[in-house]
């Protein structure tokens, strides 16, 4: 059972995306690299730095795309 579990996730998506696979997954022709960069220090969702890497949590950047910012829904 457990084996399966671990294959629908597995299916879905990585956990966390880079800024590079969050622009490719809104399209380059929609927003800069930059301002990817830009609204992760914001706060714009929540993301991860590890060194120079950030990660953005898939189900957060998801959410953020739909619209809804997870950290409001959390403190409502």
Known sequence: MAQKQEEGVQAKGPATYTINQAWERI??????????YL???RGDFP???LG???LIPRHAFEQFLL???PEAESAA
């Open 27 to 36: 399209g380059r022709k929609n927003i800069t690299r930059q301002a990817l």
């Open 67 to 69: 619209g809804s910012h």
């Open 39 to 41: 609204a992760a220090e």
């Open 52 to 54: 120079r890497r950030i």
């Open 47 to 49: 993301s991860i730095r």
